[in-house]
């Protein structure tokens, strides 16, 4: 079994920065890609930024330049930088894991986190 638990969401003003983070837990052998995902009142999930077990990245283009994903192989973490939040950044944002639970099963599957919430508003 695998756990994502995601930390640090809350409430901020226009302008403001906050740091997701999510911990992977479990019967893991390799992460290869981890991601963030949000997903807004009546709209559908997205991806915000994501990167892989060598350290590439992407980002949807409405964050580029204001937020930064980065993570730590060693404890098998991923944190999501926000800066300048706008309003329309408000989601509950979603952690994600692409990844192997053994050495001897080459599957990969795919586990999420149970969501935080972020809210931009004066």
């Known amino acids: 079994q695998v756990q994502l638990v995601e930390s640090g969401g809350g409430l901020v003003q226009p302008g403001g920065s906050l740091r997701l983070s999510c911990a992977a837990s479990?019967?893991?052998?390799?992460?290869?890609?981890m991601a963030w995902y949000r997903q807004a009142p009546g709209k559908q999930r997205e991806l915000v930024a994501a990167?892989?077990?060598?350290?590439?990245?992407n980002y949807v283009d409405s964050v580029k330049g204001r937020f930064a994903i980065s993570r730590d192989n060693a404890k098998n973490t991923v944190s999501l930088q926000m800066n300048s939040l706008k309003p329309e950044d408000t989601a509950v944002y979603y952690c994600?894991?692409?990844?192997?639970?053994?050495?001897?099963?080459?599957?990969?599957?795919?586990?999420w986190g149970q969501g935080t919430q972020v809210t931009v508003s004066s």
């Open positions: 990167i892989t077990s060598d350290g590439s990245t």
């Open positions: 479990g019967t893991i052998f390799r992460i290869y890609t």
């Open positions: 994600n894991a692409d990844l192997r639970s053994a050495w001897f099963d080459s599957r990969r599957n795919n586990y």
